[in-house]
Nanobody, 121 residues
Framework: QVQLVESGGGLVQAGGSLRLSCAAS????????MGWYRQAPGKQRELVAR???????IYADSVKGRFTISRENAKNTVHLQMSSLKPEDTGVYYC???????????????WGQGTQVTVSS
């Protein structure tokens, strides 16, 4: 089992910045990957950014060049630095951990409870 706790959300004006953090209940070094997803009202949850255990990253086209995902292994934490925020970035941001219990087991997904980000115009 893995517990994830997000923090850092809030209200910010367009053009501003926020840094989200996701703290895991155990070492993230063994996780296959961690990611940030968001869900706007009335919309499906979508991938924002993902980082693998080797450090490879992917971003949604809408956030490329503005958001950066990073790992802080010593603190079992993943961050999402968000800059040049736009009103369309508004939503609940969720952290997800992808964990493979053993080499031959299927990957298990664990989710945090989410943190609200609101960008005002």
């Amino acid at each position: 089992q893995v517990q994830l706790v997000e923090s850092g959300g809030g209200l910010v004006q367009a053009g501003g910045s926020l840094r989200l953090s996701c703290a895991a209940s155990r070492s993230i070094l063994t996780f296959s990957a961690m990611g940030w997803y968001r869900q706007a009202p009335g919309k499906q949850r979508e991938l924002v950014a993902r980082i693998t255990s080797s450090g490879s990253t992917i971003y949604a086209d809408s956030v490329k060049g503005r958001f950066t995902i990073s790992r802080e292994n010593a603190k079992n934490t993943v961050h999402l630095q968000m800059s040049s925020l736009k009103p369309e970035d508004t939503g609940v941001y969720y952290c997800k951990a992808e964990v493979r219990p053993t080499l031959w087991a299927a990957v298990e997904d664990y989710w945090g409870q989410g943190t609200q980000v609101t960008v005002s115009s």
